[in-house]
């Protein structure tokens, strides 16, 4: 007496798995495609923060007192900047809200926001199954500060020069040097004097 064979029908199993490694390669394709976007994305509004924020705290330069009128300047300035930059070609829209101008620092933030609070979130594409836009923001800050001054920059500073007595290309003690006389910029060297330079 033969037993039954049991047939299992395998009819449809290929469709499973073709489903479940599309899924996959789509996973990568997200993955690899949208967060390149979203790279770029944040790239770009660093950009634009930054350009933002070296406008405003240039024009917190031109102003020796620091009062509103000085922040409300800056911050036009700041927001005007950052305008001109676009993410992912869409123009970048701050307002005034996102530059933030601190006049006892000297110091200017800029933020460019792509969210969806704004309404300009940046958009997905493979990723749309899960996520139609991803909220993408940069900030950047810039201070003012005085360089008109500076304490031991040797060897970086520019030499200075002084009457080189004794041409021996040194300065020594008891030779002639005065800022504004002797020193670069001045026609002391050109009249016949021998000049030696030093790091002051």
């Not at 926001?113 to 950047?140: E, K, L, M």
Request: charged share 15%; with cysteine.
């Amino acid at each position: 007496m033969k037993t039954p064979k049991i047939r299992i029908r395998e009819k449809g199993a290929t469709m499973v798995f073709v489903a479940i490694v599309m899924l996959v390669v789509l996973g990568f394709a997200a993955l690899a495609i949208d967060a390149g976007i979203l790279y770029t994305a944040r790239n770009q509004c660093q950009n634009a923060a930054d350009s933002g924020a070296l406008a405003c705290a240039g024009r917190l330069m031109a102003f020796a007192n620091m009062n509103p009128g000085a922040a409300n300047q800056a911050r036009a300035e700041g927001v005007a900047f950052a305008n001109q930059n676009k993410v992912l070609s869409t123009p970048v829209a701050i307002i005034n809200a996102d530059v933030t101008v601190d006049l006892a620092l000297r110091r200017c933030r800029v933020c460019v926001p792509r969210t969806q609070a704004r309404g300009n979130p940046v958009p997905t594409y493979f990723a749309r199954i899960w996520r139609n836009s991803v909220d993408v923001s940069a900030c950047a800050t810039a201070e003012v500060s005085i360089g008109n001054t500076a304490n031991c920059i040797k060897p970086w500073a520019l030499p200075d020069a002084f009457d080189d007595v004794n041409a021996n290309g040194q300065y020594d003690i008891g030779e002639y040097y005065a800022k504004g006389v002797t020193s670069y910029g001045t026609n002391y060297r050109n009249n016949g004097h021998d000049v030696g330079v030093q790091l002051i």
